[in-house]
């Protein structure tokens, strides 16, 4: 049995996301030993990791001989955990600075507009088809969100009526690349970055985020920075 504070410190820690898969678990989350306890292995924060039923499975809790495939490592189910962690850590260290960024001036932005935006890219899970609802019957669809550091604001042209709206504290975009553009810039995922593209309003069951960000993939060597921006700074010393 995991003590009350270890469970807690874990399930903030981790998001209630699973730590190998990372999709959103609710209540579906469980607390592995990383080191089995009849081996010895301490219900301490330090040799737990919370995972999805499946991936708790696959780490060899309740199939102790697993017929097929490979094993989890202790020191990779901890690599996993800890990259995690930290990623949980970047996006609620977000989050925080967008409660402080209320009065300040937000930035304008047009569709059509091309701009470099700066923010923390992350890789979210979400129900698919066919009924887009839940994650136990619908496919998982996965897509890459822009987290920015603070909100901005979008004027898009309204389908309706053709009038121009503006839309409001956006804080994340979900990026809009091509299968090619994931294959060649996984590096990217859980990192800050810059990106260059338009801004286009979520229309369709498909967009998840506050607004599309349409990388431009013509541009692509020019629009990716990996150099780590100030924002990283910020975090690293507040880590
Ligand atoms: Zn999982």
Known sequence: MWPQKVKEEALVACGRR????????GRNIELHHIEME???GKSIFENCIPLCFDC????GHYNSN???????????????RDSWYQAIQRLS?????????????????YEDQIVTLKGFVWREAFPGPPNYESFETDRVETYWMLVLPEPISLFANSFETEETIKIENIKKLQLCVN?????????????????????????????????NFDIRTDLLNKSINFAPSALDALTRADY
């Open 93 to 109: 260290f977000l989050e925080h600075q967008w409660e402080g960024s209320s009065d300040k001036q937000t930035k304008e932005i």
């Open 179 to 211: 299968p090619d553009f994931y294959e060649a810039n996984r590096n990217i995922v859980r990192t800050d970055v810059e990106l260059t593209g338009k801004l286009f309003m979520s229309i369709t069951g498909h967009h998840h985020g506050d607004a």
């Open 38 to 40: 009849s081996k010895g």
């Open 56 to 59: 708790h499975a696959d780490a």
């Open 66 to 80: 697993h017929p097929k495939g490979t094993r989890y490592s202790q020191s990779e189910l901890r690599k996993h």
């Open 18 to 25: 699973c730590c190998v898969c990372h999709r959103f678990c």
